[in-house]
């Protein structure tokens, strides 16, 4: 078992920049990948950015270039470094993480994005 908590989300200005991060605890020796989705109103839940080991990040389109994801694996950790962002990034965002052949998901953090 692997339990993921999230912080960082909030209410930020169109331009503006925000970080997420995400610790886990638990059965983390066998993460193989991490990464966050994002859930906005009345749609589905897509990929933002994912990290697997050995790999290079894989970015949704709509983020590359402004969104930048890390992992510090001393502490377990996964982050995403959120720049110039848009009023169409409002979302939930969930941090995600597969260990073994099991995904974990934490409970969502809320990004708000004014105009």
């Known amino acids: 078992q692997v339990q993921l908590v999230e912080s960082g989300g909030g209410l930020v200005q169109a331009g503006g920049s925000l970080r997420l991060s995400c610790a886990a605890s638990?059965?983390?020796?066998?993460?193989?990948?991490m990464g966050w989705y994002r859930q906005a109103p009345g749609k589905e839940r897509g990929l933002v950015a994912t990290l697997r080991a050995g790999r290079d990040p894989t970015y949704a389109g709509s983020v590359r270039g402004r969104f930048t994801i890390s992992r510090d694996n001393a502490k377990n950790a996964v982050y995403l470094q959120m720049n110039s962002l848009k009023p169409e990034d409002t979302a939930v965002y969930y941090c995600?993480?597969?260990?073994?052949?099991?995904?974990?998901w934490g409970q969502g953090t809320r990004v708000t994005v004014s105009s």
């Open positions: 638990g059965h983390t020796i066998c993460i193989s990948a």
């Open positions: 995600y993480v597969k260990a073994d052949s099991a995904e974990y």
